[in-house]
């Protein structure tokens, strides 16, 4: 292992067993490098790597400290590399969106309440065929989200809407493209919130897999 990585893993090894919490600030670099036996570059290196990906904050003349750790604000690192890919490589994207969002459904399922139920519901009922594109995507968008922050887990929602965000061109591509793309969401959509309603978690992995899987499809066959 590289002297930076190992330094990399004392540091996350002090936050996982709790020796520093979120908030925290680092011990001066000389003690710290000391206490880890590493050399004060390495320990730089590190503290350079964490703070690229959100886990330290390096506040100069002030110190650095831990994060939040909060999972919107780690999964921002992942946010930036998505952004950098061209159009082609949405097709990655949405296969992990078909590998997640179903199994994020059916998490779903087994938490949902008559509340969440209706208030999805009352989502779809609020678009139809006449509404536009843009704000078809804006609902579809939403709708996910929602189901996404039903499962309870906060790191599993920010990573499927950290990936659903990234797909909005296509989405819209697909709006304008293809014939009865809006009739076809919206009693997806209905089919999905009533298995979740019904709290069939099989159902509803199934049908987010067949929703997702759609889009996939035609995006693959348009490009």
């Known amino acids: 292992m590289a002297v930076t990585d190992a330094a990399i893993v004392k540091i996350k090894d002090m936050i996982i067993s709790g020796e520093l919490s979120p908030g925290d600030r680092l011990p001066p670099e000389k003690e710290l490098s000391e206490r880890l036996?590493?050399?004060?570059?390495?320990?730089?290196?590190?503290?350079?790597?964490?703070?690229?990906?959100?886990?330290?904050?390096?506040r100069r003349g002030d110190g650095t400290y831990v994060t939040s750790l909060e999972p919107q604000l780690l999964l921002e690192a992942m946010s930036f590399v998505v952004d950098l890919h061209d159009d082609a490589s949405v097709l990655d994207i949405f296969a992990v969106r078909r590998i997640l969002e179903p199994a994020a459904t059916a998490l779903a399922a087994g938490n949902m309440t008559p509340e969440t139920a209706e208030r999805l519901r009352s989502m779809v009922d609020a678009v139809d065929e006449t509404t536009s594109v843009e704000d078809l995507v804006v609902h579809d968008l939403d709708f996910h989200r929602a189901i996404a922050d039903a499962t309870g887990n906060g790191y599993l929602s920010s990573l499927i809407d950290g990936l659903s965000s990234h797909t909005t061109r296509a989405r819209v591509w697909r709006g304008i493209t293809q014939e009865n793309a809006v009739a076809r969401t919206l009693a997806e959509h209905r089919s999905i919130v009533d298995a979740l309603a019904h709290g069939d978690a099989d159902l509803a992995r199934a049908l987010t897999t067949v929703h997702i899987s759609g889009i996939e499809q035609w995006l693959r066959a348009a490009l």
């Open 37 to 58: 036996g590493l050399s004060r570059s390495s320990l730089r290196e590190a503290v350079k790597a964490l703070e690229v990906i959100r886990v330290l904050d390096v």
